[in-house]
């Protein structure tokens, strides 16, 4: 069983960075993805990013060209680099490991509140 973990979220102000890490208890590299997601209040959680094992990169359209997905797979770590950050960035972030048999099963983590300040 993966464990997840994500931490690096925080209070910033519109137009900050932020970079936020998801650390495994196991390889990364065994996933065919990790991606982020995001909830904001009241409303559903959505896709952020994905990066695949062979280095495959999709974005959301409400973050392209701000946020970066990428990893270290010796630190077993996956890592979102987000600037230029708005208000409505605003959401807890959660990663999440896609194993060859997803949607069938996949592993999330606890989650990071990053909260933007206008």
């Known amino acids: 069983q993966v464990q997840l973990m994500e931490s690096g979220g925080g209070l910033v102000q519109a137009g900050g960075s932020l970079r936020l890490s998801c650390a495994a208890s196991?390889?990364?590299?065994?996933?065919?993805?990790m991606t982020w997601y995001r909830q904001a209040p009241g409303k559903q959680r959505e896709f952020v990013a994905l990066?695949?094992?062979?280095?495959?990169?999709n974005y959301a359209d409400s973050v392209k060209g701000r946020f970066t997905i990428s990893r270290d797979n010796a630190k077993n770590t996956v890592y979102l680099q987000m600037n230029s950050l708005k208000p409505e960035d605003t959401a807890v972030y959660y990663c999440?490991?896609?194993?060859?048999?997803?949607?069938?099963?996949?592993?999330w983590g606890q989650g990071t509140q990053v909260t933007v300040s206008s």
């Open positions: 196991g390889s990364i590299f065994s996933f065919n993805a």
């Open positions: 999440n490991a896609r194993p060859i048999n997803w949607p069938r099963s996949d592993y």
């Open positions: 990066l695949t094992k062979v280095g495959i990169t």
